[in-house]
């Protein structure tokens, strides 16, 4: 169960109360004071008791400080270091005397700390991570300052967990890649562009799936029209078949008796082919032989891949359902979530190194020290001022807000705040709006609720207007409607959330009335139609949002006659309005819907509609 920071008493307290610190004096939140006593401690019986003196010493210099003082103090010089080390040391526990003088020198080294605290989350564990960075610093050289440091942090960190090839599932040696990552660099193997880039970017690079082989092979064997940085991750369309059998007649289903029964490498894909899973892997590794960060995501049914097309700004590929419906790949880890649209949005709170450092160590900051809602929530506003864009830390405010039961003021405070800072990410917003909407609007009920769901579908409609992704507002749309649909009815949950995300009717007796249909159908209406426009991602997002409506409308049972004239009324007013190709396309996807359903009548009344407008 995860309770929020204010909850949470540290288990450090405790043996505070019945352990003395080993060292005369606590250390001093001086930051050259605190890498000093860090480099002394080099056992793990030494780090620990340095942890317990941190521990004492930030709570009597945090704790009286005031909320706003308090947040302030946290981001200085000293405090602010002292809140990485410790929280590292927390987390590096139990410590292991084999790779203590490695924590040592981390919590001693600002780049190494701070670059370990930037580098996102981890699926495994920090003592792994840990003995995964001590032999890298200690048998590979260069890996204890600039490039060379993030390369070896970065493996560290996506080694928090084994890493298997893909070719065989044998275990990648972290050792290895990070070295041979090192050494293409200096021989000018890779893209320029490896140089600029952050841990937390890294980890998508040394985290290949593909062997060392297979990326020293990648780049041999390229198409010579997509060397350039921009074209890498196309290579693979025109070197990899999309074939559902080989040419013994073996079906893609079957794994690897699909290749024979050989190691699905690179070379041999070219030479078999494959679906979706193996171009996109395929896509993925040709960019990270060349040091381009790339990752696998999943889809509906599907297999895409992300990747740097541009330094620093991720695209799609191989892709049919657009960002809002990917995910995650099982064995890739991401931070914030699953959804892959977190990913951009980690890069951007990160191109400003130190804004994100600083939200982060904030963050951080309250597991710590204080324990009163007050000082914990103006370092979470602190933390979200400095970096709008850092997700946790708008999550962590958000529900704060509401399980301490603050003001309606102070969560309608917090969402106007959060309109203007996630105005580039409307997921983001739509999830921080449902989080405050227990105290932003109350009365789940009433008109006034409704009213406050369509005035934030105006806010995702203002970001597709600036040319946000149409597919993110479009859910971001479907999410909040959602929620609101789902609170409109008494016992049919399941049947108006089918009616928003346009699924099939759920099965059993039917728990929604014919009302309830009719007033979540107006809502939806209004709120989707908010979002329509001339062109662009607008315009995309509408057709989107809608398309999902009327399916799930058409597959209730419930009202369905109903629905079929309001969405009849909707096609004739575009056709009306000069707007012939929107009609058209709205008919055709109420004639799909209709169809779905298996009902001649229905489907009949849907293609005389569509007939009618040429």
Known sequence: MNLPCWMMIPSIALLLAVTPPLHAEAPKLDAKALCAAAAKATTATELNAFRMELDATLRTKLEAKGSSAAAQAACTDGPSRAIRQLTLLNRCQPVADTWAPTLSWVLATPDALDGLVSGG?????????????????????????????????????????????????????????CRNFIAWDREGQLDPSFRTLSTWELRYVVGSWASD???????????????????????????????????????????????????????????????????????????????????????PGHCAFIWQKEPHQWSLNNDISGWAESGRHTGIQTAWGDPAWLVPMMQAA??????????????????????????????????????????????????????????????????????????TQPMAYAEIALALHPLAAPDAASTAARTWFLSRIDDIATMAASGTDATLCSMATTNLLERACTEMTAKGAAAARAIVRGDAAPGGTPTITASEVKSIAELCSDGINRLDGPGGSRHAAWRQAMQRMVSGLVAQPVERDGSLGRIESQVTGLAASNRADDARWLADRLVEACKATKDAELEAKAVALRRSLG
């Open 213 to 299: 082989d297979d990326l020293v092979w990648a780049r041999a064997n390229i198409k010579a029209d997509c060397r350039e940085r921009g074209k890498v991750g196309d290579a693979v369309h025109g070197m990899v078949k999309y074939t559902l059998e080989n040419k013994d007649g073996v079906s893609v289903q079957e794994g690897r008796k699909f290749y024979g029964g050989r190691p699905m490498t690179l070379p041999i894909i070219v030479e078999v082919g494959g679906v979706c899973g193996a171009i996109s892997r395929f896509g993925t590794s040709m960019c990270q032989a060349f040091g381009i960060p790339a990752m696998p995501v999943g889809q």
């Open 121 to 177: 989350e981890i699926a495994g564990s920090w003592t792994r991570t840990m003995d995964v960075l001590h032999a890298l610093v200690t048998t590979v050289d260069g890996t204890r300052d600039g490039l060379g440091l993030r390369v070896a942090l970065a493996t560290a960190l996506t080694w928090s967990e084994p890493v298997n090839a893909m070719a065989d599932d044998a275990p990648i040696d972290p050792v290895a890649r």
């Open 350 to 423: 990160q191109a400003n190194a130190r804004a994100y450092l600083d939200a982060q160590t904030l963050l951080d900051a309250t597991t710590i020290a204080w324990g009163k809602p007050a000082d914990d929530l103006a370092v979470l506003a602190e933390a979200t001022e400095r970096c709008p864009l850092h997700l946790a830390a708008w999550r962590a405010r958000a529900a704060l807000i509401v399980q301490s039961k603050q003001s309606t003021s102070l969560a309608k405070k917090a969402l106007k705040e959060a309109a203007v800072a996630l105005a």
